[in-house]
T-cell receptor
Framework: EDQVTQSPEALRLQEGESSSLNCSYT??????LFWYRQDPGKGPEFLFT???AGEEKEKERLKATLTKKESFLHITAPKPEDSATYLC????????????FGTGTRLQVTL | DVKVTQSSRYLVKRTGEKVFLECVQD?????MFWYRQDPGLGLRLIYF???????EKGDIPEGYSVSREKKERFSLILESASTNQTSMYLC?????????????FGPGTRLLVL
C-alpha cells in the first residue's frame, strides 16, 4: 500500500528564516510526486510535479527536490503570504491516476 | 487556466436527507475525482471517473454514489446523510492522457450534517 508521511506537522518561521518541509513516501513504482498549497477553507493549489530522483523545480521562494525515498520543499526567505498548509501526494504506476496524500505541513510565517 | 467549480461552498443538511454535490470542469479533462478532507486524516479518495458513465471506487466509497452523465460534470450523492459525513468535500480533474498528469482542485464544499 502506498504511504506518504509529511513532517513536521506544523512549522512556525519568522519572515526571512529559510527552512525545509519533508515528504517521505513508499510506493510500488513512482509515477509522480506532487506538491500542493492549501489556504484555509480553500481547495489545494498545484505547485510542482517531480517525476524522477534528482529532479528539482523552483517557483519564486519555493524549491522542490526528489530522492528515491523522499521529497523536500525548501522555502527561502519566506514571507507571511507563504503561510498555508503544504500537501504532498504520490501517484504510482498501475493505480489509474489515483493520488495518495500526506496529511500536510501547516506553515506559519510571522513578521 | 483549468477551472473546477463546485455547486456550493457551504451546505447544512439533516440526517437522512439525500445530498447532491456537483462539480464542473471546463478543460475537457477525462478524469474526475471526489475526495473528502478531515483534520488529521488528509484527503481520502471517495470515487473517481475516467470517462463518461464510468466510475471506480476509491478508498472510502461506503455511503456515497456518483454520477457522470456528461464529460464536464461529476456528481457526488449521499443517499442518506449521516453526521459522520460532515466534512470538506473536494472535487478534482485531470487530463487523463494516460501519462503523467496533475489533478486540479475546486474550491471545496463544506458540508455539515445535523
Amino acid at each position: 500500500e502506498d504511504q506518504v508521511t509529511q513532517s513536521p506537522e506544523a512549522l512556525r518561521l519568522q519572515e526571512g528564516e529559510s527552512s525545509s518541509l519533508n515528504c517521505s513516501y513508499t510506493v510500488s513504482g513512482l509515477r509522480g510526486l506532487f506538491w500542493y498549497r492549501q489556504d484555509p477553507g480553500k481547495g489545494p493549489e498545484f505547485l510542482f510535479t517531480l517525476y524522477s530522483a534528482g529532479e528539482e523545480k523552483e517557483k519564486e521562494r519555493l524549491k522542490a527536490t526528489l530522492t528515491k525515498k523522499e521529497s523536500f520543499l525548501h522555502i527561502t526567505a519566506p514571507k507571511p503570504e507563504d503561510s498555508a498548509t503544504y500537501l504532498c501526494a504520490v501517484q504510482a504506476y498501475g493505480t489509474a491516476s489515483k493520488l495518495t496524500f500526506g496529511t500536510g505541513t501547516r506553515l506559519q510565517v510571522t513578521l | 487556466d483549468v477551472k473546477v467549480t463546485q455547486s456550493s461552498r457551504y451546505l447544512v443538511k439533516r440526517t437522512g436527507e439525500k445530498v447532491f454535490l456537483e462539480c464542473v470542469q471546463d478543460m475537457d479533462h477525462e478524469n474526475m475525482f471526489w475526495y473528502r478532507q478531515d483534520p488529521g486524516l488528509g484527503l481520502r479518495l471517495i470515487y473517481f471517473s475516467y470517462d463518461v458513465k464510468m466510475k471506480e471506487k476509491g478508498d472510502i466509497p461506503e455511503g456515497y454514489s456518483v454520477s457522470r452523465e456528461k464529460k464536464e460534470r461529476f456528481s457526488l450523492i449521499l443517499e442518506s446523510a449521516s453526521t459522520n459525513q460532515t466534512s470538506m468535500y473536494l472535487c478534482a480533474s485531470s487530463l487523463g492522457a494516460g501519462g503523467k498528469e496533475t489533478q486540479y482542485f475546486g474550491p471545496g464544499t463544506r458540508l455539515l450534517v445535523l
